[in-house]
Nanobody, 115 residues
Framework: QVLLVESGGGLVQPGGSLRLSCGAS????????MGWYRQAPGKQRELVAS???????TYADSVKGRFTISRDNAKNTVYLQMNSLKPEDTAVYYC?????????WGQGTQVTVSS
C-alpha cells in the first residue's frame, strides 16, 4: 500500500518560515510528479507547488517567490520551504504523488499563521 506522510506543520507568526516534508513509501519515487496542495476551511483544495521527476517546478501565483519545492529522490522525500508566511497561508497542507492515471494523497499537516 502506498504511504505518504507529511510533517513540519505548526503555528508560526506572520513573516515566519516553516519547512514541510513528505516521505513516500511503496512507490518508485523518482518517476512521480510530487505536489503540495492546501485546503482552508470552506475552500476548495488548491495546488500550491509541484515538481516533476525531471525537477520542473510549478507554483501558484499566491506563493511564487515565497515558497520553494524540492525533492530528494535518494530519501524518497519532497519538501516545501515556506518563507514570509501570511495569515492567508493557513490551511491543511497535503502531499500528492502522481504518475499517469495513478495518484495518492497524504493525511495532511496543519499550518497556522497567526500572531
Amino acid at each position: 500500500q502506498v504511504l505518504l506522510v507529511e510533517s513540519g506543520g505548526g503555528l508560526v507568526q506572520p513573516g515566519g518560515s516553516l519547512r514541510l516534508s513528505c516521505g513516500a513509501s511503496r512507490i518508485t519515487f523518482s518517476i512521480y510528479t510530487m505536489g503540495w496542495y492546501r485546503q482552508a476551511p470552506g475552500k476548495q483544495r488548491e495546488l500550491v507547488a509541484s515538481i516533476t521527476g525531471s525537477s520542473t517546478t510549478t507554483y501558484a501565483d499566491s506563493v511564487k517567490g515565497r515558497f520553494t519545492i524540492s525533492r530528494d529522490n535518494a530519501k524518497n522525500t519532497v519538501y516545501l520551504q515556506m518563507n514570509s508566511l501570511k495569515p492567508e497561508d493557513t490551511a491543511v497542507y497535503y502531499c500528492n504523488a502522481k504518475s499517469g492515471s495513478l495518484g495518492f494523497w497524504g493525511q495532511g499537516t496543519q499550518v497556522t499563521v497567526s500572531s
